[in-house]
Each structure stands twice: as C-alpha cells, then as structure tokens.
Nanobody
Framework: VQLQASGGGLVQPGGSLRLSCAASGFPSSYYAIGWFRQAPGKGREAMSC????????HYEESAKDRFTISRDNSKNTVYLQMNSLKPEDTAKYYC?????????????????WGQGTLVTVSS
C-alpha cells in the first residue's frame, strides 16, 4: 500500500491548487481516502474524506465551501481542489486511508499515509 501526495506549492491569496493522492498497490476505490493538513506546531487536522461508496464528508467548516474532494478510479487517484486560498490554509497536506470503507476525522484511525505536500499561501 502506497499513497503519493503531490500538487502543493506557493500560491497567492485567492488562488487555487489541486492536490493529488495517487494510490499504488491497492485499488483505492474500495477504501475511504481522507485529506488532512498540519500547520507548524499544530496537530493533524481533518479536512475532507471520501468513502468507498463516494460519500463526501467535510470536517473543516472554514474550507467546506472552498475545498472539493473527488476521485478518479481510472487513475487510482483522489483529488483535493482548493479554491479561494487564504494564508491560514498554509500547511503540509496529507492523504491517508482508514483501510476500510468508512471515513474518520481522527488521524490515528488511518492506517497508511502519503508523505505530504506543502501548501504555502502568501503574497
């Protein structure tokens, strides 16, 4: 099981980024995949998750109307489209799987993680 997160970078406030979480070694369509972020000095915070049946759960209220999670099963990849980015969105973003079909907002219930991709929102 391997997850590879990518797509981070430096963006100005109000800009957009699309993060990708490419899975290998397992069919990600059968599992819940979640996106978390971790700012310096803070814990890992749940953002959004997509279940195996493609139900979407938003955990972070401030991002609910700006971030969209989706999956492309043909590419074994889950995406996080982030629009209207704010400086407070600056963090390292991680994707992970619970190893089951359902999502969780708790990082310790995820069994495997990608290495993270850094998002910096600054002018």
């Amino acid at each position: 099981v391997q997850l590879q997160a990518s797509g981070g970078g430096l963006v100005q406030p109000g800009g957009s980024l699309r993060l990708s979480c490419a899975a290998s070694g397992f069919p990600s369509s059968y599992y819940a995949i979640g996106w978390f972020r971790q700012a310096p000095g803070k814990g890992r915070e749940a953002m959004s998750c997509i279940t195996a049946s493609n139900d979407i759960i938003h955990y972070e209220e401030s991002a609910k109307d700006r971030f969209t999670i989706s999956r492309d099963n043909s590419k074994n990849t889950v995406y996080l489209q982030m629009n209207s980015l704010k400086p407070e969105d600056t963090a390292k973003y991680y994707c992970g799987t619970t190893g089951g079909t359902l999502c969780s907002r708790y990082a310790d219930e995820y069994t495997d993680w990608g290495q993270g991709t850094l998002v910096t929102v600054s002018s």
